[in-house]
């Protein structure tokens, strides 16, 4: 089962190549009422399990939690974070800053 995510339309197709580039189990749409949304975002705002703000930065346990919500791997969700260019603080392995 594909989970839905919230997408501005200005970001859509680029989005959409990339999970299904990448077999990131998602689809990116523009309907407002799924339950996590990818927005843009400032450098160093924090996403959490609703919202995913590209050029942001998230918490590692949150992205571990958001990967589960999500239905993907987290190496899935370490893509589609890269991809984002949001940056993992509090890493639980000493990785990232």
Do not use: N
């Amino acid at each position: 089962m594909r989970i839905s995510v919230h997408v501005q339309m200005a970001a859509m197709e680029q989005l959409r190549r990339f999970v299904e580039a990448e077999g990131i189990g998602i689809d990116p749409v523009t309907d407002p009422t799924c339950d996590v949304t990818i927005a843009p975002g400032d450098k160093g705002q924090s996403s959490d399990l609703t919202t995913i703000y590209a050029g942001g930065s998230i918490a590692c346990a949150t992205a571990f939690e958001l990967a589960a919500k999500l239905g993907i791997s987290q190496t899935k969700m370490g893509k589609l974070l890269d991809h984002l260019d949001v940056k993992v603080r509090h890493c639980q392995l000493g990785c990232f800053g």
